[in-house]
C-alpha cells in the first residue's frame, strides 16, 4: 500500500499561507463527481506532477501517452535550494498523482508535500530503496544520501514503486502500465551494465570523481571510482577554505588529470581548486559538465535520464583516462 506523507504543521508563516492555498486549489479542482482535477479530466488523461526531471522521465516511460506528466523542476534547477512558488502550488494541487524523491532532497518543499498528502496520493519513490542501501557517511550528520539516481540499479528499484502508483490511477490499463514497467527495467539494466563497463576503462590510479558537491557518492561506490565533492551533500551550505584545501590535496597527492563542473551548482568553487592546483605545480584540466541534481534540456539525449546517465559516463571516463573513445 502507497503510503501518504503527513509532517507536523510548525511551519514559517509563508509556508502555511501556501499550503493553505495549496488545500483551497485542491479543494476546487476536483469535480462533482468522481473525476480528478477539473485540468487533467477536461484533457481526458489524468495529470502526473513529479518534483524532478528524473522521476518525470521515468513516470512518462511508464505511463506513456495515458497520462500527461510534468517535472516541476527543469534543467539546471538544484532541488536542494528550490522553492514552491504560487504557480507550482496550483499545478501540485491540480494533479491525480504527485511523484517525489523524498530522502530529504527537496527540503523546502516538505511542508507542501506533506498538506498535499491528505488530498490525494503523494508518493515518495526514495522509500523502494531498503534502508541498508541508503549512503549515511558521518558528515552527513544522520541524515541519507538522497542522490539515488546515480546507482542505476538503486534507481531501478524504484521502478515497482512508481508503477503501482500510475496502476492505481489507471488500473483499467494495468496491461499496458506493467509492460511499460517490464520494458525499463531492461533498459536499466543495460545501462548499469554500460556504466560499470566503462568505468573500467580508467586507470585505477585515476578512478578519482571531483565535483562541486558530494552528489556522486552512490555513482562512485556502485562503479568504483572515489568521490570528493567540495561542497556536501546539500548546496545549501557554501564550501569553505578547509574544503578547497582538502581537495585540492588529493587532486595534487593523486595526480588527477580533471575535475568537474556541475550543471546545476555554480562552478567557481572547482575553478577556486585548479587555480590552488596549478598554484601547487600540477595542471588539472576542467573535464567538463556533469549532470547532477537536474536533467538536460527536453528534447535533447541529455534530457532522458538514460541520457543524462551516458553524458556523464562517457564525459567523466574520457577525461579521466586522458582522451576520447
Not at 502550488?89 to 491528505?118: C, P, S
Not at 515497482?160 to 502500465?177: D, K, S, Y
Not at 585505477?204 to 551533500?233: M, N, P, S
Request: charged share 20%; with cysteine.
Amino acid at each position: 500500500m502507497l503510503k501518504r506523507l503527513t509532517i507536523p504543521s510548525s511551519l514559517p508563516l509563508r509556508c502555511l499561507i501556501l499550503s493553505a492555498s495549496l488545500l483551497a486549489a485542491a479543494g476546487c479542482g476536483k469535480g462533482g463527481g468522481a473525476g480528478g482535477p477539473a485540468g487533467s479530466a477536461a484533457e481526458g488523461k489524468p495529470s502526473i506532477v513529479a518534483t524532478t526531471g528524473m522521476i518525470a522521465d521515468l513516470a512518462r516511460q511508464i505511463a506513456g501517452d495515458l497520462a500527461t506528466v510534468e517535472a516541476l523542476m527543469g534543467p539546471g534547477v538544484d532541488p536542494h535550494l528550490y522553492k514552491a512558488s504560487e504557480s507550482d502550488v496550483r499545478r501540485l494541487a491540480e494533479a491525480d498523482l504527485v511523484l517525489y524523491n523524498g530522502l530529504f532532497l527537496e527540503g523546502k518543499m516538505g511542508d507542501i508535500l506533506g498538506k498535499l498528502g491528505k488530498s490525494r496520493p503523494v508518493v515518495a519513490i526514495g522509500e523502494a530503496v531498503p534502508e541498508d542501501k541508503l549512503r549515511k557517511p558521518p558528515e552527513f550528520l544522520g541524515h541519507p544520501d538522497p542522490h539515488i539516481w546515480f546507482d542505476v540499479s538503486l534507481w531501478a528499484l524504484t521502478v515497482p514503486r512508481v508503477t503501482e502508483a500510475i496502476v492505481a490511477l489507471l488500473p483499467a490499463q494495468e496491461a499496458a502500465l506493467r509492460a511499460n514497467a517490464a520494458r525499463l527495467a531492461a533498459q536499466l539494466q543495460e545501462l548499469d551494465a554500460y556504466a560499470a563497463r566503462r568505468a573500467q576503462e580508467i586507470p585505477a590510479e585515476q578512478r578519482v570523481l571531483v565535483t562541486a558537491h558530494d552528489a556522486f557518492g552512490y555513482f562512485g561506490q556502485r562503479y568504483g571510482l572515489d568521490v570528493y565533492g567540495i561542497q556536501g551533500i546539500s548546496t545549501v551550505s557554501e564550501a569553505g577554505l578547509r574544503d578547497v584545501e582538502r581537495v585540492v590535496q588529493v587532486v595534487v597527492d593523486r595526480k588527477i588529470p580533471a575535475i568537474f563542473v556541475e550543471s546545476s551548482v555554480p562552478q567557481r568553487t572547482i575553478e577556486a581548486v585548479q587555480a590552488a592546483v596549478r598554484d601547487k605545480g600540477h595542471e588539472v584540466k576542467i573535464g567538463g559538465s556533469l549532470f547532477s541534481d537536474a536533467m538536460g534540456a527536453p528534447g535533447t539525449p541529455e534530457g532522458t535520464y538514460d541520457g543524462m546517465v551516458r553524458h556523464n559516463v562517457d564525459t567523466l571516463v574520457d577525461a579521466l583516462r586522458g582522451g576520447g573513445r
